[in-house]
């Protein structure tokens, strides 16, 4: 299971961006896809995360100003982001939680994957 992450680039302030996470490989079924980011000498934050149903979750840093959408059909999930400012410079890499086959008696297993990350820079 791969994860392929786009989207990103140099934004001034107040501009948006919109970034898309592709998952490819084998696997059954995808559950939650989630958004993180890491500034500069700060902790990975979980930012967004949407279910397969499409219940959504977004963190206080960017509540209001992202929206997160999934394409079932099409294994992606894409993370609008408006009104950005020099405080969301940083690496956006995305999850999924891929269902896969498990042994010979149709048991299934859960596990996250991770993608390689996009770099967005927000210039003030």
């Known amino acids: 299971v791969q994860l392929q992450a786009s989207g990103g680039g140099l934004v001034q302030a107040g501009g948006s961006l919109r970034l898309s996470c592709t998952v490819s490989g084998s696997f059954l079924s995808i559950n939650d896809m989630g958004w993180h980011r890491q500034a500069p000498g700060k902790q990975r934050e979980l930012i967004a995360s949407?279910?397969?149903?499409?219940?959504?979750y977004y963190g206080d840093s960017v509540e209001g100003r992202v929206t997160i959408s999934r394409d079932n059909a099409k294994s992606t999930t894409y993370l609008q982001m408006d009104h950005l400012e020099p405080e969301d410079t940083a690496v956006y890499s995305c999850?999924?939680?891929?269902?896969?086959?498990?042994?010979?008696?149709?048991?299934?297993?859960?596990?996250?994957?991770w993608g390689q990350g996009t770099q967005v820079t927000v210039s003030s």
């Open positions: 949407i279910t397969r149903g499409g219940s959504v």
């Open positions: 999850s999924a939680a891929a269902v896969r086959p498990s042994g010979w008696n149709s048991a299934t297993r859960t596990d996250t994957y």
